[in-house]
């Protein structure tokens, strides 16, 4: 029988520094694939959505600006490592999601004396990379034209078919 798994303690590094206690909410990036209905109703794989990551932290912290508006696509660096329960097992999945882009959007939130206060980034990927137990399952990178799947390189072709 199994039972669901459950987040029980993560920990955040933005450019390798770590935000632990400090990060308070990740909104894991949500794959999407962009599809073309064709003729027939079959549906066409035109690629990889674009990729977003969201990160929160209480209280405002000046690292958390260095990868705003920086000249380099891949600026900001942010891993999320998380420890899941197994319930049924006893055992802990160590979750990690790395990605590089930029960070697009900061809202440091409203500020009032003696309430808490958290500050939201919004982090634009052009790198994803998901793995459990240290296996990777997803890695995608926009800039490389690479898109692995539980180790299959599913753009392998495409790369030498233009010569890359």
Not at 60 to 73: N, P, S, T, V
Not at 107 to 112: I, Q, V
Not at 118 to 129: A, F, L, S
Request: include cysteine.
């Amino acid at each position: 029988m199994g039972l669901p798994r459950k987040l029980q303690n993560m920990n955040v590094y933005l450019d390798g520094v770590s935000y632990f206690g400090e990060a308070l909410e990740v909104t894991l990036p949500k794959l999407t694939r962009k599809t073309e209905e064709a003729r027939r109703g079959v549906m066409i794989d035109m690629g990889q959505e674009a990729i977003s990551l969201e990160h929160s932290y209480g209280g405002l912290m000046k690292g958390l600006f260095d990868g705003y508006g920086a000249a380099a696509i891949d600026a900001a660096l942010v891993r999320f490592a998380g420890a899941y329960d197994e319930p049924a097992t006893g055992t802990v999945e160590a979750v990690e999601i790395t990605v590089r882009g930029r960070h697009s959007e900061i809202d440091p939130g409203s500020a009032k004396p003696g309430e808490k206060s958290e500050v939201k980034v919004k982090t634009d990927c052009v790198y994803y990379k998901l793995a459990i137990n240290s296996e990777v399952i997803v890695e995608i990178d926009f800039l490389n034209n690479i898109e692995r799947i539980n180790g299959e390189d599913r753009l392998a072709a495409h790369r030498a078919a233009i010569g890359l």
